[in-house]
């Protein structure tokens, strides 16, 4: 998930929303450690879990990690003042997105984890142009 993240940021830039789906230990925050590193991030990074948002700021980017899974309805994320946070100056990585409805912003990005035997498997989807366009530079990075 480390090096995975690392990867990715290369193809990720301010603007995005970024959607993580999975069951508790799939790899979504260790996913957003490696993107933070990825940036050159290297301080501790936490799990957003009872704080709801990590912010971290990277040169002139803010990348805000938040975590709903504690939210019991839709509305809890509209009353934490959070709508702001989703702007062009910055890239939202969202765990547990479907605890907030559809208030959320539409995710660029979605990533689906699942826990196998051996590992893990995640499965990228893209729900904007924007989105496309970063899977595209991404694939294109890899065949370098």
Not at 11 to 40: D, E
Not at 41 to 46: E, S
Not at 54 to 68: A, C, M, P, T
Request: aromatic share 14%.
């Amino acid at each position: 998930m480390l090096d995975l993240g690392k990867k990715m940021a290369a193809s990720l830039h301010a603007g995005l929303t970024i959607h993580l789906f999975g069951n508790l230990g799939a790899g979504k925050t260790t996913l957003t450690r490696g993107i933070l590193h990825g940036f050159g991030y290297h301080h501790v990074v936490k799990s957003p879990t009872y704080n709801l948002v990590e912010i971290y700021k990277i040169s002139r980017l803010y990348l805000y990690h938040f975590d709903f899974y504690r939210f019991n309805n839709y509305f809890e994320w509209e009353e934490a003042g959070f709508r702001d946070y989703f702007n062009s100056d910055s890239i939202c990585v969202v765990e547990w997105p479907e605890k907030a409805g559809d208030l959320l912003p539409k995710a660029d990005l979605q990533l689906f984890f699942s826990i196998l035997e051996t590992g893990r498997s995640i499965e990228i989807r893209a729900g904007t142009e924007t989105g496309k366009q970063c899977l595209i530079q991404w694939k294109n990075q890899e065949k370098m």
